[in-house]
């Protein structure tokens, strides 16, 4: 064989885009076999239960549950025992999702003392309980072992939870923990609710619990996700800014799952105004409700707005705000649903898109992902739906840009 420089064989290795092509270079020759397994082995993803979260990591090795009937415990023992023969795989690995059941709660359903201390991304989905006897066991049983793997990768960089109940107190020492990651960047919060001794009632929580003394060092974010109810929205937008800056995010993404706006409102006054990437959804939507984008501060770096809509008037109230406040967009991405309009409100679309495009020079395009009558809509129906807008050039068919989910 040749003999080639190792940065020049690690180039060559990253390069290689095919799962099946790094295992063959594995197996070929010793001076691939680090570089190969620091790829093959980059990110690893448990599944033990149904999964039935929007948010998910593609696995790129072979360690992955998806068998309900398979006992955790007796997977991670062989785990365990593979990864003890070769150390090195526990070092490549640099995300990590852990998806456990997410209606039963057993003492050992949740993997502890994992080995991992180079993570730079994880995610953890827990159970989302409001009886207080299920919430109890997942503090118990489920937290701690995070806390640990927090502590032990303090590299992290984007982490996720996933449908999490806990009682106040609990998060509490959870964003402590993470408010100690001096290089996260991300965050991701889906489903956090906050769930009282009292009796189980987590809509009467006014917040999430702060801690007596703000903390004097604080991780700055620049990347936001939260989704959640109205009420529970709002509480994460008063809580979070005494665990983490937030006035420094660059990316942020709001979904709702009901008609209440305070929440995004609230977290829109409070993220301040170096926002260059925006994602709003809503599941119910009702007159003006994007009224909320109007009554925030001017993002005057804002160039790549996300919208889901349904009701054209949103979309008018929406561009209004785009062009009166002169907002230097460049990539305006939609999704909707055809049906839910009828033809008049379709042509009115074309036309507040096509105002759009001539009165924001910058504008460069227009994604749009539109469900027609359960159907995804082509490049060819863009055409017939919004022919004015499609005649400029500027409007493509695209799916949303999920970053949230890596």
Known sequence: MVTFPQEIIDLFVDFTPLKADLKSLSLAHRSFLRRSRYHLFSTIRFIHGANNSPLNYKSTSFFKVRNEGLALPKYLTSFRSTITQNPLIVSSVRTLSLFTGYTTLETDDFPEDLPFTKLHSLQVRFARHLDLTDVLKTQKWRVPPLIRLIQTNPSLQHLAIDACSLEPSSWDTLFSNIASLKQLHTLVLRSAVTVTSEDGDYEAQRSLSLPATPLTTKPSLRKLYVACNDPELKRVAISLPHYFTITQLNVLALQCSSSGWSGQEAVLMNCGN?????????????????????????????????????????????????????????????????????????????????????????????????????????????????????????????????????
């Open 274 to 406: 170096r926002l260059v990437s925006l994602s709003i959804g809503v599941e119910f939507w009702r007159n003006n409700a994007i009224n909320v984008l109007v009554g925030a501060p001017a993002f005057s770096n804002l160039s790549h707005l996300q919208l889901t809509f349904e009701a054209c008037s949103e979309l008018k109230i929406m561009a209004n705000w785009l062009i009166k406040e002169r907002i230097p967009l460049r990539l305006l991405h939609l999704t909707c649903e055809k049906h839910s309009m009828i033809a008049h409100e379709i042509r009115t679309v074309d036309n507040v898109l096509l105002n759009l495009v001539t009165s924001i020079p910058s504008l460069q395009l227009i994604a749009a992902y539109v469900i027609m009558y359960e159907e995804l809509a082509n490049t060819k129906d863009l055409a017939d739906i919004l022919p004015q807008t499609f005649g400029t050039g500027k409007l493509k068919y695209r799916p949303m840009m999920k970053w949230w989910e890596v």
